[in-house]
């Protein structure tokens, strides 16, 4: 059984920054892309980052790019979302995914699996 379980979420005032971590079980980890979306009530899960299997290839959303970084640590089967910069429109509940198909999706229907998601919410 494959479970994603996201920690690290908070409340912080803009300017602060966050860490996001997303512990893989159940799969391969080295095996699976795995991606950071976001979603604030009654709008669609937006994404935020992705990264390859190897780690060696990242990809940001144009409104994060340079204040986010996406990592991962196969040995912990772990991945990352460091989070500086933060902005009230931040805030949102985030969600760790994976993909095992090796393809980098943009969209949140290209990933199989989710985890619950975190809260972050950043103060003006």
């Known amino acids: 059984q494959v479970q994603l379980v996201e920690s690290g979420g908070g409340l912080v005032q803009a300017g602060g920054s966050l860490r996001l971590s997303c512990a893989a079980s159940g799969l391969t980890f080295g095996s699976y892309t795995m991606a950071w979306f976001r979603q604030t009530p009654g709008k669609e899960r937006d994404f935020a980052a992705a990264?390859?299997?190897?780690?060696?290839?990242?990809y940001y959303a144009d409104s994060v790019k340079g204040r986010f970084t996406i990592s991962r640590d196969n040995a912990k089967n772990t991945v990352y979302l460091q989070m500086n910069s933060l902005k009230p429109e931040d805030t949102a509940h985030y969600y760790c995914?994976?993909?095992?198909?090796?393809?980098?999706?943009?969209?949140?229907?290209?990933?199989?699996?989710w985890g619950q998601g975190t809260q972050v919410t950043v103060s003006s």
């Open positions: 990264i390859s299997r190897s780690g060696g290839n990242t």
């Open positions: 995914a994976a993909d095992g198909s090796g393809s980098i999706y943009r969209t949140a229907i290209g990933y199989r699996y």
